[in-house]
């Protein structure tokens, strides 16, 4: 059967048990749309634990902050090559371009919760599919250094359109990388060294963490393809934790670019590119699934290394 | 004249040359579409700086973090009425909804940088105009208490569709908004001491800001009518800095909902709602421009206050 783009895993029964409790004890604050979720007092409260514990983690790095709006130009994800292999994935932003009348009959057909889809036009932004992205032609913009460099995103919104009542399954979510251009050896050693030092952290916050080859979700008869090759290439790893039942979910990954983005945005003959990404709202369900609901029943070592 | 979508004020003279110099600079780091900005590693520091100075000046609200996702289930949007107010500056999320071989075309033609957008539908999401729109469907969720309700919705990304080369005037930025739902007088009373607090924390920065009534950007002819009456009701009030030229603009707002919000969303009989909101980037710009681009060649005082 041809893959369909409205074809995303749906929550196991754990899973659905797990996101009840999140939101009966008010972490998270559900939308009338699955994976759109607000977050309540406790759990932006772990997130900011979070963000600062990866601030202490990164503290010695030397990255330079770039941060990015949750949308950047469409003609950037044309150029990498996203749709071809994501195209269930993305997010495209239309808005309105038309004149008073036509905006009179758009707004009576919103208010009556009618379809006026067909008065909007693409306006030419995506949404940002993972907070690398807006990296690599703002570094075109800078330039690379003879050196290298690495830039730290910041806890970064993102968009992967794969509506699910899994609750570490959303279509937005804060996703905070590291991304490293040089050459092609610093590039290497960096990645396998950042594999290392990811899985110690998330294991010294008392997360069963497990790390893994993996590939991306290529779409397609196609996609299966280049899930093959990427793997075979160990282009890609995972760490993984489970979070709400059965399956091990990835809550940070690593991927080796090779020379993509450098060549697509002129970044220098000699650079590779690789990135390291956390998932925040995976890794802080980890932290609720792992130690339970109540922070301050958590063990004494994981609630220091969070303070 | 009909107005148009499309009509948006772009920079003068004097705001295009702070752009170049916030450029030139490495504060911001331009994309190929107007008012689509990054913030490079100078601009992301004193934006921190900031938060921490509103967390400071929020200290004893005894807000209730609530913190949301870029964008907004479609249906919220369009029961709060904004569709007929702004549709010039709404954004719709569309996704690609078929099999491989649609998929495959889409792919090839965004490669081309061809039109891909027919091949898309709306995803039953728009993305969040202002930082309180995802707050009263949360309120609805958890239910308003007897005594009321302060919310702090932390800088959340917000999105309006005016593209311009003006830097102030950013189709995507960061909206810390106060939210306040109770009674009719206590939210009254609420709004007037805030408009106070923020003018004076605004002035304790250095900045000349300055108080006026104001009226927001309806659309077209019908928007006029509904732009005097919100003046004639003083429903909203800003405060006003300088940035980058001769039109001073507006950094933060006050706006006054009467029981609009709380009807829509069942909130209870007798409850009113008001919200204050801070627009960060532009309050960064203004520090930028009135104190210069260099955060060490600041006064004392104002370094202290951002600490």
Not at 238 to 253: F, K, Q, R, W, Y
């Given at each position: 059967?041809?893959?369909?783009?409205?074809?995303?895993?749906?929550?196991?029964?754990?899973?659905?048990?797990?996101?009840?409790?999140?939101?009966?004890?008010?972490?998270?604050?559900?939308?009338?749309?699955?994976?759109?979720?607000?977050?309540?007092?406790?759990?932006?409260?772990?997130?900011?634990?979070?963000?600062?514990?990866?601030?202490?983690?990164?503290?010695?790095?030397?990255?330079?902050?770039?941060?990015?709006?949750?949308?950047?130009?469409?003609?950037?994800?044309?150029?990498?090559?996203?749709?071809?292999?994501?195209?269930?994935?993305?997010?495209?932003?239309?808005?309105?371009?038309?004149?008073?009348?036509?905006?009179?009959?758009?707004?009576?057909?919103?208010?009556?919760?009618?379809?006026?889809?067909?008065?909007?036009?693409?306006?030419?932004?995506?949404?940002?599919?993972?907070?690398?992205?807006?990296?690599?032609?703002?570094?075109?913009?800078?330039?690379?250094?003879?050196?290298?460099?690495?830039?730290?995103?910041?806890?970064?919104?993102?968009?992967?359109?794969?509506?699910?009542?899994?609750?570490?399954?959303?279509?937005?979510?804060?996703?905070?990388?590291?991304?490293?251009?040089?050459?092609?050896?610093?590039?290497?050693?960096?990645?396998?060294?950042?594999?290392?030092?990811?899985?110690?952290?998330?294991?010294?916050?008392?997360?069963?963490?497990?790390?893994?080859?993996?590939?991306?979700?290529?779409?397609?008869?196609?996609?299966?393809?280049?899930?093959?090759s990427q793997r075979a290439q160990k282009l890609?790893?995972?760490?993984?934790?489970?979070?709400?039942?059965?399956?091990?979910?990835?809550?940070?990954?690593?991927?080796a670019?090779?020379?993509?983005?450098?060549?697509?945005?002129?970044?220098?003959?000699?650079?590779?590119?690789?990135?390291?990404?956390?998932?925040?709202?995976?890794?802080?369900?980890?932290?609720?699934?792992?130690?339970?609901?109540?922070?301050?029943?958590?063990?004494?070592?994981?609630?220091?290394?969070?303070?």
């Open positions: 059967m041809a893959a369909s783009a409205l074809d995303v895993p749906q929550a196991t029964g754990s899973q659905g048990e797990f996101r009840e409790k999140l939101v009966a004890e008010g972490l998270l604050l559900p939308s009338s749309v699955p994976g759109v979720t607000g977050q309540g007092p406790a759990f932006v409260a772990l997130r900011h634990r979070l963000d600062r514990a990866i601030d202490r983690l990164l503290a010695n790095e030397g990255a330079v902050a770039m941060e990015f709006p949750p949308i950047e130009p469409r003609h950037d994800m044309e150029s990498v090559g996203y749709l071809t292999s994501f195209p269930q994935l993305a997010g495209s932003v239309f808005a309105f371009h038309g004149e008073e009348a036509e905006a009179l009959q758009l707004g009576e057909k919103a208010h009556a919760h009618q379809d006026w889809s067909g008065h909007l036009q693409a306006a030419g932004l995506v949404m940002v599919p993972a907070a690398c992205h807006p990296v690599y032609p703002a570094l075109a913009h800078v330039g690379v250094p003879a050196g290298g460099v690495t830039v730290d995103t910041g806890p970064a919104w993102v968009f992967r359109h794969e509506p699910s009542d899994d609750p570490s399954r959303l279509v937005a979510f804060h996703m905070r990388e590291l991304v490293r251009a040089g050459s092609p050896d610093t590039v290497g050693a960096w990645r396998d060294d950042w594999r290392d030092r990811a899985l110690e952290f998330l294991q010294s916050l008392g997360l069963p963490a497990a790390f893994d080859e993996a590939n991306d979700p290529f779409f397609g008869r196609s996609g299966k393809v280049l899930a093959r890609k790893f995972e760490i993984l934790v489970p979070v709400g039942g059965d399956n091990p979910t990835a809550v940070a990954s690593f991927n670019h090779s020379d993509h983005f450098a060549s697509v945005f002129s970044l220098g003959a000699d650079v590779h590119t690789a990135c390291l990404g956390f998932g925040i709202e995976r890794c802080v369900l980890a932290l609720l699934f792992t130690h339970g609901l109540s922070f301050d029943d958590w063990p004494a070592d994981v609630r220091a290394a969070l303070s």
